[in-house]
Every structure is written in structure tokens, then in C-alpha cells.
């Protein structure tokens, strides 16, 4: 069964907010400072502005200051007023804008709220809630104007049930993604921090949605079993729309339910959830899968979308052939529906038969005419992965799932569709991480006026349950993505507003943590997470398992996770073109082009960066009371910093390995290992600063018993190397 919501969610018609509020709030921090009463009159209703109302509501109640309703006679001299513009504002702030103005009055001024819409008031509303929450006061409030940056700001979100892949760090989320507290919980994080899009993703969702009518056997569940899933599905929708965050719902191809293939003989691979190779094209199937999206588009109707992956199970077709597949079952699906649906559209993954990634021009081509013709509600957003699996890697596109891309997709400039990059994170869970410059750099460089914007998230990790951390009395978060709060802080609002400054951000984790050292603690983060960015630009990654930057592993030749040892490191070739590889660097005899990086000079800016992170901290533990959910996070920050440090010693006993092996040397080979031995101690502390606050067995899909403290030896083994190598061997 699943958890409902209890008193504490808000759906629309529980509570509706009259024309003018009475707000008792404080005006500055302090709590010897007089409460003053502020007036607030609502010019516009709906469920967004209500849900910013909440928002402030809460903060201001947090303060332990009352809060009264009165109607707008009552407010004569309003100190708030929230307004939607109209369609000079709309065109002046772009979609999702507001501006805040004072307005001088006789008896004082006035702050007026308005925004360009719905979402635009809310943010305005939720704004104003970050003031409050610093301390602040409606009077404090100064004159701003906020533009989105972007327009599609979304989530990636893998659900467990019938996950595109197996094992225990997946399937764990069960009993947690089906409880809507937690939901709640997740899309409030999304709305405060400016995503407006959750995209949810499995092999075939259908099924845990709807009976088919002509198929009813492909659904598994009692008629009880299936209203509890309707009413988790719609209560869910209904809270994203109340936030203002839109719903999809995306899956992979050629997909049924194992009850499907059970009982009507068809795509027999279901069963066990075998993604990988061909899938049944058969007339039964498709008919299957048409029938199931209009069923899903008229049975949800606060559903905004659907997407598509086309890839996995399409091995055996053709690039064309995929194309006429999905238009036979989906978007004749979706037409037939009794309303039109946004659509997300994931180019194909492959330029040939073959299942796994590839790119031409020629299959960019044959999807963009495909795209332009379909008749369904615009924009399209049109996604590739950023970097493939790896967007937590160089602020430049470099390659997405399959090679590099031409400019088909955006030159012409489309008409219908908006490209969406899809920034995967397959890198890091465990440790928290947080680089405002390197998203404000990203976005900057890949925000051209054909990008519609942008996704984040995992296929391998689910921000749900959070069984890394050893649940202590000092925690003080539920889920995993709370313990990540900094990670989804800065993705959403630099997606919103780029602009938006590190004192900001300096200012959140002095709220959060009482101290007042918010500007070095946020350089220490920016310093120290910039570590698997690096080792992600230096160390070409692809699929999912070729890279996991904070286990330092790859993929094994069984499927399974490797270590990184340093001869793959040596050879492994850049993803970065400003990088130069191990290799090409050694056999250029230490040449290097100008504006790019040596492996020299990588592993001096990664100890220059780290050291100077360590000292932050060792600062902040010094000048604050450093309580213990504030040292958890600055174990993390040490920990990336260690790792850093591994990695820069690891690359200078790289760089003397290659080069005794290529001109010898015994001075060269003593380097390698003197090297190759620091970097042994600092793997060492990471494994002590891991297992201080966090569980030492960590469930990762490639390696379900992952630790650190496991992957010693491999450690230990690069020495080995060194000690064992020779001129010209």
C-alpha cells in the first residue's frame, strides 16, 4: 500500500488564500527587534501564487510570529502587493520573470511583486522566502528584476520499480518512492530551487499505471492494488502541478510488461527485464503500446508529458526504421489521445543496427525530419546526453551518447523543437559536491538560443533512501537528496539565474549551519569538487561504468567495476581537448600547444586547489562551533581534497613511469614510486575520513560491495608497477 500524505501536504482545495493576508513578521535579524505587522494584498489567484504564499508562511512562522487573514478592505496601506503583469510584463521578463518594486507612498512604501505568470508570481513569492528565512524583513526587501535563463529545468529521476538496470542500490528505493511524504519532500527541494520539470524514468511504466483495455492480463495487479497505484500516480502529479513543476514520464524500446509477455506470447525479454538487443516489432506490440499512451494521456490528466529512448531493445533497426516505429506507437498514441502532451524525444543512440552508440550526419538528419514533422504540442525537447554519461566533466560539449554531433540539429535554427542537455551524473553520490563556476560556465557555453535547457540527474544512482550515511543522532535529513541539498541548490537556481552571486550561496550555509564563515566554506567546496571534474576531462569516460570519478574505477571486461591503475591512466586518451593524456605528453618529449594542460601542470593546480580547501576547513574548525552535521560536510570536502591530492600524485608517477619506459632512468623510476607511495597515504586517508561518517560498504550497481578501503590492494599494486618497470618495457 502506499503512504499518504498527511496534514502537512498541500493539494489545490484544501486552502485557499482570500484577496489580502495579514502577515506578522519581523523586520531584521534579532530577536529584540520589534515585530511589525505587514499588510499583503493578492491582485491574481491560483495554485502557484498559493503554494509562494505557503512558502513565505512557513518562514515567517519559523520566526514564531503570528499570522492573521483579513480581506483587502482592511488593507488600506498594503506593505506587499503580488500581481501578474500584463503583456508588455510578460514580454519585458520572459516566461517565469518577476520584479520587485517600491512603490512611495504617503504613509511609507509599498513592495510590489509582480510577475510575468503564474510561476513567475510564485518565484517572486519563494524570492522573498529566502530573505525571510536570512533574516530579513518585507521593508528590507531591495528593488530586483529575475529572468529565466532557461526554460526546461528538469530532474532526471530512475524509479526502481522495473529500473533500466538491477541490484541492490536500485531496488533499495522501493518502499521510499512509494511514499509521497517523500515525494513532497523531493518536489518542495525542486520548486525552491527553481526545477520546474521531474522526468521520471523506467523500462516500461505503463503498467504500474493502467489496466489496457484490450490487454488487461499485461497488468499484474487486483483491482485494489491498481486504484492504490492510480492514487500515488495522481496524487504526485497533482503536487508537481501545484508547485508548478510539469510531470513526464519516459521509458526505453521496445518495452512490455513481463505480464504482457507471459500471457500474449510477445517480446519475450520482458520477463526478466533484459534491455540490451532486439526488440519485438511485431503488429501485437505495437498496437500494445499505442493503446497503453492514450490510455495513460486520458487516465492522468494532470500528466504533462511523455518521452522516449530509442535504443536498447531496437537492435536490428535501422535509424529510419526506429523513427516509423515511434510514429506508429507513440505519437499515433498521443494523437489519439483526448489531449495533447508535451514530448521529450532522446535522439537515437545509434547510427546503425547495433544497440550500443553511434553518430552520423546522416541519422541526424533523417531525426530532425522526423521531429519537424510531428504533430504534436511544441516545443519538442529534443535530449542528448552532455559528455555522454559524464556531464560532471569539462564545461564544453565534447561528445554525446555515441561520438561527436555536427551542427544539423540546430543550423537551421529549428522551429518546433528545442534541444535539452541531458547532464548525467554518474560520478558521484557518495560524497556531497558543490561548483558554482563551473555550472555558470557550462551554461554559458551550451545556452545558445536553440537549447531549450537543461536535465540532471543519474541511471545509477537514486537520490531516495539514504543508506550511506551511518544514521547518527546528529542527522538531521531524511532522504538522500537532502544530505545533497548544495548539489541541487546550485543546478536549479544557476539554471534560473546565472547570475544569481556566491554570496548567495554563502549566505544559505550560514543559515544552515549558524557560523558566519560562508564565503570560505563555499571556496572550499568550489576548490574541492572540482577534483572528479578534472579526473572526468583528463580520463575519457563514455558509457555509464567506463568512469566513476569518486571510486576511481572503470569498467571491468566482465561488466563489473575496475580500478584505474596507472597504466590505464597513462594511456587512456583526453576527453577535454585543452588536456594532454600521459601518453601524448611523454612521447611529445614534454611538449605541450599553448593554452593547454600538461599532466604536470593538472596535478600542480589539483594540489595547489586541494591544499588550499584543507586549509579552508582547518580554518573553519577553528573559528566556528562546528556542530556535527556541519562536519560531516567538511569531512566530504576533506575527502575530495585527499582525493585530489591521490589523483596529482598519481598523474607525477605517471608521467615518470611513461618516461622511464620510453628514455630509462633510474632517477626517472624512483620518482614513479616515491610518487605512486604518496599517493598510496592519501588513498589511505581517504579511507579514514570515509568510514568516520559514512557506512564503509557502500552498494554501487557495478559493484554492490564497494568501498574504498576494498580497492587498496589495486592501490598498492600501482607501486608494484613502478618497482617492476623498465627502459623500453
Not at 135 to 149: H, N, S
Not at 299 to 320: I, K, N, P, Q, S
Not at 582 to 589: A, L, P, Q, R, T
Request: net charge negative.
Amino acid at each position: 500500500m502506499i503512504r499518504l500524505p498527511g496534514d502537512g501536504i498541500e493539494t489545490p482545495g484544501i486552502r485557499r488564500f482570500v484577496n489580502a493576508f495579514l502577515f506578522t513578521a519581523i523586520l531584521a535579524c534579532g530577536s529584540t527587534i520589534e515585530a511589525k505587522t505587514i499588510h499583503a494584498v493578492l491582485k491574481a489567484d491560483s495554485p502557484l501564487i498559493q503554494y509562494g504564499l505557503s512558502r513565505l508562511e512557513t518562514a515567517l512562522l519559523a520566526h514564531d510570529h503570528r499570522l492573521q487573514f483579513e480581506t483587502g478592505a482592511s488593507a488600506t496601506h498594503p506593505d506587499l502587493i503580488v500581481e501578474i503583469g500584463g503583456v508588455d510584463d510578460l514580454n519585458t521578463l520572459g516566461a517565469e520573470g518577476f520584479h520587485l518594486a517600491r512603490v512611495n507612498r504617503e504613509n511609507g512604501s509599498t513592495l510590489q511583486l509582480t510577475g510575468a505568470d503564474e510561476r513567475g508570481a510564485m518565484y517572486g513569492l519563494l524570492d522573498l522566502t529566502d530573505e525571510v528565512r536570512f533574516g530579513a524583513g518585507i521593508g528590507d526587501i531591495t528593488e530586483k528584476t529575475v529572468k529565466a535563463r532557461v526554460s526546461f529545468r528538469a530532474i532526471k529521476f530512475n524509479l526502481p520499480w522495473m529500473s533500466y538496470r538491477t541490484g541492490e542500490s536500485l531496488q533499495l528505493h522501493m518502499e521510499t518512492c512509494r511514499d509521497l511524504e517523500f515525494w513532497k519532500s523531493f518536489l518542495d527541494m525542486m520548486a525552491e530551487n527553481r526545477f520546474n520539470a521531474l522526468t521520471l524514468w523506467n523500462l516500461h511504466p505503463f503498467t504500474f499505471m493502467i489496466r489496457p483495455k484490450d490487454f488487461p492480463l499485461a497488468c499484474p495487479f487486483s483491482d485494489e492494488e491498481l486504484a492504490d497505484w492510480r492514487r500515488f500516480w495522481r496524487s504526485l502529479f497533482a503536487m508537481a502541478k501545484e508547485r508548478g513543476i510539469e510531470t513526464y514520464i519516459v521509458n526505453w524500446n521496445i518495452f512490455t510488461s513481463p505480464e504482457f509477455a507471459e500471457h500474449y506470447g510477445a517480446a519475450d525479454y520482458s520477463k526478466d527485464w533484459s534491455f540490451f538487443g532486439s526488440g519485438d516489432t511485431s503488429k501485437q506490440v505495437e498496437q500494445y503500446t499505442r493503446e497503453c499512451v492514450t490510455q495513460v494521456i486520458d487516465e492522468y490528466e494532470d500528466l504533462t508529458g511523455l518521452g522516449v529512448t530509442l535504443g536498447e531493445r531496437m537492435g536490428g533497426m535501422t535509424a529510419a526504421q526506429r523513427r516509423d516505429w515511434l510514429d506508429r506507437t507513440f505519437i499515433s498514441g498521443m494523437k489519439a489521445a483526448g489531449r495533447k502532451v508535451k514530448f521529450i524525444h532522446r535522439a537515437p543512440l545509434s547510427a546503425n543496427t547495433g544497440s550500443g552508440g553511434s553518430t552520423s550526419k546522416s541519422t541526424e538528419q533523417i531525426t530532425r525530419e522526423a521531429i519537424e514533422k510531428m504533430d504534436v504540442d511544441e516545443p519538442i525537447w529534443v535530449s542528448f546526453k552532455y559528455n555522454w554519461s559524464h556531464g560532471h566533466s569539462s564545461p564544453d560539449l565534447q561528445i554525446v551518447h555515441g561520438g561527436e554531433l555536427t551542427d544539423t540539429y540546430w543550423n537551421p535554427a529549428p522551429q518546433n523543437y528545442k534541444i535539452v542537455w541531458t547532464i548525467r551524473n554518474e560520478d558521484f553520490f557518495v560524497l556531497r559536491w558543490g561548483q558554482p563556476e563551473f555550472i555558470r560556465n557550462l551554461i554559458a557555453n551550451n545556452g545558445q538560443n536553440y537549447v531549450g535547457g537543461l536535465i540532471i540527474g543519474s541511471e545509477c544512482y537514486i537520490p531516495a533512501k539514504d543508506y550511506i550515511h551511518q544514521h547518527n543522532s546528529h542527522q538531521t535529513w531524511t532522504y538522500a537528496f537532502e544530505r545533497q541539498w548544495l548539489f541541487y541548490s546550485l543546478w536549479g537556481r544557476l539554471l534560473y539565474d546565472p547570475s544569481t552571486p556566491d554570496s548567495f550561496f554563502a549566505r544559505q550555509l550560514e543559515s544552515r549551519f549558524s557560523i558566519s564563515s560562508g564565503p570560505e566554506l563555499l571556496d572550499a567546496w568550489g576548490l574541492a569538487s572540482k577534483t572528479p571534474l578534472r579526473l572526468a576531462s583528463l580520463y575519457q569516460g563514455t558509457w555509464d561504468a567506463t568512469l566513476y570519478s569518486e571510486g576511481f574505477l572503470r569498467d571491468a571486461p566482465n561488466g563489473s567495476a575496475g580500478f584505474i591503475d596507472i597504466d590505464r591512466l597513462i594511456d587512456r586518451p583526453v576527453l577535454d581537448p585543452a588536456y594532454v593524456s600521459i601518453h601524448d605528453y611523454v612521447e611529445s618529449g614534454g611538449y605541450v600547444d599553448r593554452g593547454h594542460i600538461s599532466p604536470i601542470q593538472l596535478a600542480d593546480s589539483l594540489e595547489r586547489d586541494c591544499m588550499k580547501a584543507m586549509e579552508l576547513v582547518a580554518q573553519i574548525r577553528a573559528s566556528e562551533t562546528v556542530t556535527p552535521t556541519l562536519d560531516c560536510e567538511l569531512l566530504d570536502i576533506d575527502t575530495w581534497s585527499q582525493l585530489g591530492l591521490y589523483l596529482a600524485n598519481k598523474i607525477r608517477g605517471g608521467v615518470a613511469l611513461a618516461t622511464l619506459r620510453n628514455t630509462g632512468g633510474e632517477s626517472e623510476k624512483q620518482s614513479a614510486i616515491d610518487a605512486l607511495t604518496r599517493a598510496a597515504d592519501h588513498w589511505r586517508s581517504v579511507i579514514q575520513l570515509v568510514e568516520s561518517h559514512d557506512n564503509a560498504v557502500i552498494p554501487y550497481v557495478f559493484d554492490e560491495r564497494f568501498s574504498w578501503r576494498k580497492y587498496l590492494p589495486d592501490v598498492l599494486n600501482d607501486i608494484k608497477i613502478a618497482q617492476d618497470s623498465r627502459h623500453g618495457g
